[in-house]
């Protein structure tokens, strides 16, 4: 199981393999991303990471994997990813739904993207393909792979031994998580444009 498999391998590598693992998982290949920082934070739990450091690596992974995304979507434009996208588990489908997230969240999307199974790994190829720039992308990916590294890993840390009977009803209560992303989205570019004026 494939599961089992990724979660030895960050058992065995530390913070190597949570790094790698993120950046593919990021990238579009099926790893679960969710159960593997709250697995990290669940080896902080046990004291075999340390909890600033899974953070940083953490979040650092999934800023190389939607990176990468990113130069694909610049770089080969949609036509390509349309027709060889199947071959990299990148559906015409996903893709289209990755759009209807930039329609209705604008470039936030990228942002909250990180928090939605199915939309995450199709943001950074959507804003490449519309041609952001690299600084415009960072802006908005950045805060969203922090604030998701934070919430898991701090769930699996929390948790402790429990962290493996919990986390399939995480994504019973990711409506409410990224509700509060959203509102600390707003209350940050309130303050922002409050310090501008």
């Known amino acids: 199981?494939?599961?089992?498999?990724?979660?030895?391998?960050?058992?065995?590598?530390?913070?190597?393999?949570?790094?790698?693992?993120?950046?593919?998982?990021?990238?579009?290949?099926?790893?679960?991303?969710?159960?593997?920082?709250?697995?990290?934070?669940?080896l902080v739990f046990k004291g075999e990471m340390l909890y600033g450091m899974t953070l940083l690596v953490s979040s650092l992974g999934a800023i190389f994997g939607v990176s990468f995304s990113y130069f694909a979507g610049k770089k080969l434009g949609l036509p390509l990813l349309e027709k060889y996208g199947n071959k990299l588990f990148l559906t015409p489908e996903k893709l289209?739904?990755?759009?209807?997230?930039?329609?209705?969240?604008?470039?936030?999307?990228?942002?909250?993207?990180?928090?939605i199974p199915g939309v995450r790994h199709f943001t950074a190829l959507s804003a490449g393909i519309n041609k952001w720039s690299y600084r415009t992308f960072l802006i908005y990916a950045i805060p969203g792979g922090i604030a998701w590294a934070v919430t898991f890993v701090t769930i699996g840390w929390y948790l402790g031994e429990k962290w493996n009977l919990y986390i399939e009803n995480v994504h019973n209560y990711m409506l409410y998580i990224v509700a509060a992303v959203l509102a600390l989205i707003v209350i940050w570019r309130i303050l922002l444009k409050r310090k501008s004026t």
């Not at 498999?5 to 099926?30: C, D, E, K, N, W």
Request: aromatic share 18%; charged share 15%.
């Open 96 to 115: 289209m739904k990755s759009e209807k997230w930039f329609q209705r969240f604008g470039k936030i999307a990228v942002t909250i993207g990180f928090f």
């Open 1 to 42: 199981m494939i599961q089992h498999a990724v979660l030895q391998f960050i058992t065995r590598f530390g913070y190597a393999g949570l790094f790698g693992s993120m950046m593919l998982g990021m990238i579009g290949l099926p790893l679960p991303d969710e159960l593997l920082m709250t697995f990290a934070g669940y």
